[in-house]
């Protein structure tokens, strides 16, 4: 049996993916999930720093069934890239027959990760926000730029304001969108970002309070990215609804993490669980006064679809990419 493996590299995968196709297949991916069409485990991090190596890298498999796709997302930070001319974030997928385990595809995963990123808070504004005229965004990096890229795509915004450590990152972040038909503030302070907005959205590797609950008025969007607490815990207490795109990893990372530790957040805790309310089984957001905090954990099913449709993309395209005869 020939056992054929493609690989992929960035400037094809940059050459079929759009964050309007890889935002239709995060939607369809987590509505499968909420069906339970899906099989994905919790992601599993290997934190290599007690070893002496400033990096840390997640293991994220899963099968999505209407596509008879399987596969593993690879994904890790690692201090020392950027003195390398590298991001922070390296990721690869892994795709494999479910069939038979025979590899299918080693495909870069910056790109995608990069874009399935971005089109998460996307998908969650359309589905929770009350208004999106101002939306505040903390943390102008990279997946910071595909966050407000993706959201371009689906939702009107009049006023972006923009929070950052560094001056030089704003402006940066700001000349990538030369003609953005929203207008850009530069704040000097998070709060001055926060108070008034309707959306707010971090995106960072901070262990901070970026946000406070009093800087969130009634009706806002609360939505968290980063990997470790990003706001206080009144954000989450004082939220009229809690929203996740995960339970069980929900629990483990990110901002809710401390809480949970705490025991004052459980599985019982979450109001809204977004694939669920794409299957049709539980209503977004029923009040438009309701404080939502979300927190989006990030799920390797979604890069795996992704990968998924890329190959389906390429094949159809007839195109010819790399191959490895595993057999040899």
């Excluded at 025979?102 to 969650?124: E, H, K, Y």
């Excluded at 959201?151 to 972006?160: L, T, V």
């Excluded at 953005?180 to 001055?192: H, L, R």
């Amino acid at each position: 049996m020939e056992q054929k493996a493609m690989i992929i590299g960035e400037e094809t995968v940059r050459k079929y993916l759009t964050p309007e196709n890889v935002i239709k297949c995060v939607e369809n991916t987590w509505r499968w999930y909420g069906e339970g069409k899906v099989v994905m485990p919790n992601k599993i991090t290997t934190d290599m720093s007690a070893q002496g190596v400033a990096g840390w890298f997640n293991s994220m498999p899963a099968y999505i069934a209407p596509m008879k796709c399987a596969g593993l997302k690879l994904v890790g930070g690692y201090d020392n890239n950027k003195a390398l001319g590298l991001p922070y974030i390296k990721a690869t997928v892994v795709l494999t027959d479910p069939e038979t385990g025979i590899l299918r595809a080693v495909i870069s995963g910056d790109r995608i990760n990069d874009l399935r990123t971005g089109a998460q808070p996307a998908i969650m504004s359309k589905l929770l926000a009350s208004k999106t005229d101002i939306v505040t965004i903390i943390g102008t990096g990279l997946q910071g730029y595909m966050s407000l890229l993706c959201m371009s795509k689906m939702i009107r915004m009049k006023e972006i304001r923009v929070c950052d450590i560094s001056e030089e990152a704003k402006d940066r972040f700001i000349g990538r969108f030369p003609d953005a038909p929203f207008k850009f503030v530069k704040c000097k302070t998070n709060e001055e970002g926060c108070r008034g907005s309707d959306i707010i959205i971090t995106v960072t590797n901070a262990n901070a309070n970026l946000v406070e609950e009093p800087w969130v008025k009634k009706g806002a969007l609360v939505m968290t990215m980063g990997s470790f607490r990003e706001t206080s815990f009144d954000v989450v207490r004082k939220a009229d609804k809690i929203a996740v795109d995960q339970i069980g990893q929900s629990l483990h990372r990110g901002n809710l993490k401390e809480l949970a530790e705490m025991g004052e957040i459980t599985a019982d805790s979450f109001d809204i669980v977004i694939p669920d309310v794409l299957a049709g089984k539980m209503p977004a957001r029923t009040n438009p006064d309701d404080r939502i905090y979300a927190q989006i954990i990030g799920t390797g099913m979604l890069d795996v679809a992704v990968g998924g449709m890329l190959l389906d993309m390429i094949k159809e395209a007839g195109e010819t990419v790399t191959t490895v005869d595993m057999t040899k």
